[in-house]
């Protein structure tokens, strides 16, 4: 079965672009959740999306965006790009979101220069 | 002051021996996560617990709600068991979730 697939892998953006990465969650999963890891600030949660419907939001400016679509693949957006968002972005999926376990991506490494 | 903290930060042991790594939070959660990272960032999910006590293979998470805090342990400890722990907390009416910073663990054949 495959895993969760995120792409691209990596990225190399300029300062003011935007960016959007995307996350195609395991079948049959319905929740996808997004995490922003970088070396200051380790693990950051974004947002979590259940059925096409953002679920849960962490503390990030309007900047960071997403959606999901009706087949639960999930897409992030990043407008007006920073310095400070070069991190590698995580996608998980589940089941049914918090009441289950989650399966990792392997991550999109952003770096904006 | 971080809502959740692990401990120790870093941890080196000797293949074979049981490694126990803590992690206390600060507010009432709905459920608590326990995540490996290996080099190269790929993370796996070992257990969510919201109640008692968890076991896979050589691994054992136990939670204690009263007090805020969990524990994972590793029996048997392995080279290929060093990665970083990562203790996360569900919490809050958002369900925001939140990270500790991590336990960088080393086992030494």
């Known amino acids: 079965k495959a895993g969760v697939t995120q792409t691209p892998r990596y990225l190399i953006k300029t300062r003011g672009q935007q960016v959007t990465l995307s996350c195609s969650p395991i079948?049959?999963?319905?929740?996808v959740s997004w995490y922003q890891q970088t070396p200051g600030q380790g693990l950051q949660f974004l947002f979590e999306?259940?059925?096409?419907?953002?679920?849960n939001k962490g503390n990030f400016p309007g900047r960071f965006s997403g959606r999901q679509f009706s087949n639960s693949r999930s897409e992030m957006n990043v407008s007006t790009l920073e310095l400070g968002d070069s991190a590698l972005y995580l996608c998980?999926?589940?089941?049914?979101?918090?009441?289950?376990?989650?399966?990792f991506g392997s991550g999109t490494r952003l770096t904006v220069v | 002051k971080n809502e959740v903290e692990q401990s120790p930060q870093n941890l080196t042991a000797q293949e074979g021996e049981f490694i126990t790594i803590n992690c206390s939070y600060s507010?009432?959660?709905?459920?608590l996560h326990w995540l490996q990272q290996h080099p190269g960032g790929g993370i796996v999910s070992l257990f969510m617990?919201?109640?008692g006590k968890k076991k896979h293979g050589r691994l054992i998470a136990t939670i204690n709600i009263q007090e805020k805090h969990s524990s994972l342990h590793i029996t048997a400890s392995h080279p290929r068991d060093s990665a970083v722990y990562i203790c996360?907390?569900?919490?809050?009416?958002?369900?925001?979730?939140?990270f500790g910073a991590g336990t960088r663990l080393t086992v030494k054949p």
């Open positions: 079948s049959g999963h319905r929740s």
């Open positions: 617990l919201s109640s």
């Open positions: 999306y259940f059925s096409e419907t953002q679920r």
């Open positions: 507010v009432g959660i709905s459920a």
């Open positions: 996360a907390v569900r919490w809050g009416n958002n369900n925001d979730m939140r």
């Open positions: 998980a999926s589940s089941l049914w979101g918090q009441s289950n376990g989650y399966t």
